[in-house]
Structure formats: structure tokens, C-alpha cells
């Protein structure tokens, strides 16, 4: 081989060597920035203390916002629809005092560093309201699907098991 051959050769490695570089690069700055923005819900029980707000608390401890994809709602293991105001009403209906809900319709945003109450009593007493306690700890379970920014991901969360 000649000079020329052997000059060839040795450019088209170092060529190929920058491109497999800039593409590993490329793919990592992508990976970084999907992570930088993604979410993570977090779904769990509160009951401080007497005369506190008690209920299912769902909480975005993530980096971005977490976009609602839909949400399953099951009473006592039989699915009876999504976390909308009718299927809260549902629920409302069989208890003896109505708690405050919010809903989470298919699009509805949850911010970075957001908490809600998913279902509450305002001033929970463990003598007068030992039902609801029962029904979020045991007979409820909210199951929530979300994504982030960028969509496709098909995150869900829902209350861990007691």
C-alpha cells in the first residue's frame, strides 16, 4: 500500500469514529432531556392527626408536568369508571358525609411539585369518620395513567397496597 492509500484509510476511520461519537452524543442529550422534564406521581394516604384534612393525596414529585392520560376507578375490586364528577358522584352517594373530590379528566395537567387531594374530609376524627378511612385505604383505588411532555410514555400511578 501507498501513502495515499494508507492516508485514505486512516480518514475515513477517524470520520466514521466522529460520527458513531456525535451520534452517541446526540442520543444521550435527547435521553437527558426527556428525563430533565419527566414526571413522577405519587399516590398516598394522609391522616395526619385529629382535626386534619385526611384522605388520597396525589403529589408530583417529578421534574416536568405530568399530562392525564385517563384514569380506572375500581370500588371493592369491580371497575365502576374513570375519576370524573359522575363517578364521584357514585361514590358520594353510598357515604354517610360527602367528601371533597377532585377530578382528573383524560388532558388535565398536574405540575411539577403540585399536591392535590384526590379525596378528602377536611376535619377527619377517628371515632365520627372510621368509614372513609376504610374506603381509601381498602375499598378505593384510583388508578391514574399519565406522560410527560413528550408523550408515549404511559406512566401510571395508583395508592400502594395495605
Do not use: C
Amino acid at each position: 500500500m501507498d501513502a495515499d492509500t494508507v492516508t485514505a484509510i486512516a480518514a475515513v476511520v477517524v470520520a466514521l469514529g466522529s460520527l458513531w461519537i456525535s451520534y452517541t452524543q446526540a442520543r444521550d442529550s435527547r435521553r437527558h432531556g426527556r428525563q430533565s422534564v419527566r414526571p413522577l406521581l405519587h399516590m398516598h394516604r394522609v391522616k395526619a392527626y385529629e382535626g386534619t384534612e385526611a384522605g388520597l393525596r396525589l403529589t408530583n414529585a417529578g421534574l416536568g408536568p405530568a399530562i392525564v392520560t385517563g384514569s380506572v376507578v375500581r370500588l371493592d375490586g369491580e371497575v365502576i369508571g374513570q375519576w370524573d364528577y359522575h363517578t364521584q358522584q357514585r361514590i358520594r352517594e353510598l357515604l354517610p358525609t360527602s367528601p371533597k373530590a377532585h377530578s382528573l379528566r383524560p388532558g388535565a395537567v398536574v405540575l411539577a411539585g403540585q399536591s392535590t387531594f384526590l379525596l378528602s374530609l377536611d376535619e377527619f376524627s377517628d371515632d365520627e369518620h372510621g368509614w372513609f378511612w376504610e374506603l381509601v385505604t381498602r375499598r378505593l383505588v384510583i388508578e391514574v395513567r399519565y406522560e410527560s411532555l413528550y408523550g408515549g410514555e404511559n406512566f401510571m400511578v395508583k395508592p400502594p397496597v395495605f
